[in-house]
Nanobody
Framework: VQLQASGGGLVQPGESLSLSCAAS????????MGWYRQAPGKLREQVASITSNGVTRYADSVKGRFTISRDNAKNMLYLQMNNLKFEDTAVYYCHIALTYWGQGTLVTVSS
């Protein structure tokens, strides 16, 4: 199983980014998937998760700004991030069932 995250970059506060995570090496339409992030000097924290039937959960810090989604037919996981804040700066990791992890994609929010 491999996960390839992409879409990170440098943005200003208030702007948006869309992260993608491509899964391969298996069938994941029944898998629990999600995103974590790790900011410099901090522990990795959960950002959002989505079940196989589309039930989502979000960290309080991103509720109303981030949207997680998945395309089971394409084995893809997404994270739409709007109204980004300085504190969203981190490396973002996608996972499948907290077992398989992508390599991470860096999101930097800076003015």
């Amino acid at each position: 199983v491999q996960l390839q995250a992409s879409g990170g970059g440098l943005v200003q506060p208030g702007e948006s980014l869309s992260l993608s995570c491509a899964a391969s090496g298996g069938i994941f339409n029944r898998a629990f998937m999600g995103w974590y992030r790790q900011a410099p000097g901090k522990l990795r924290e959960q950002v959002a998760s989505i079940t196989s039937n589309g039930v989502t959960r979000y960290a309080d810090s991103v509720k109303g700004r981030f949207t997680i989604s998945r395309d089971n037919a394409k084995n893809m996981l997404y994270l739409q991030m709007n109204n980004l804040k300085f504190e969203d700066t981190a490396v973002y990791y996608c996972h499948i069932a907290l077992t398989y992890w992508g390599q991470g994609t860096l999101v930097t929010v800076s003015s």
